[in-house]
């Protein structure tokens, strides 16, 4: 299947539109720092979900699914970490993406380990 018909996808891409968002207040000095990082880990979702399904196998596609699941948790770690640093306020939008994210990647990932 096309990466960009997946739902698990097509949510990652939202992510990141809200992430680049978000992360655009955060201050000057932090462009490099937190600003940066989070940014490449929401990227990072998305595109292990595209790289991995468009390997030949599932055993593959599986790999890439959990570095994806990695970046979404290094996110959420950064994002607490913006929080607690004063950076952003705690934000309902963005927790009901990463915990959507997060469901539908365990989800997808169960159901392509249920085919190896």
Request: proline share 1%.
């Amino acid at each position: 299947m096309d990466h960009k018909e997946l739902d698990v996808w097509k949510k990652s891409m939202d992510l990141v539109e809200l992430i680049y968002s978000l992360t655009a207040s955060f201050p000057k000095s932090e462009r490099f720092g937190l600003t940066s990082q989070m940014r490449r880990a929401a990227v990072s979702i998305s595109s292990n979900i595209a790289e991995g399904s468009a390997r030949n196998c599932n055993k593959e596609l599986l790999q890439f699914l959990n570095i994806a699941l990695g970046s979404l948790s290094e996110l959420e770690t950064q994002y607490l970490i913006a929080i607690r640093l004063g950076f952003i306020e705690q934000d309902k939008e963005v927790d009901e993406l990463i915990n959507d994210q997060k469901r539908l990647l365990l989800g997808y990932r169960n159901y392509i380990k249920k085919k190896i």
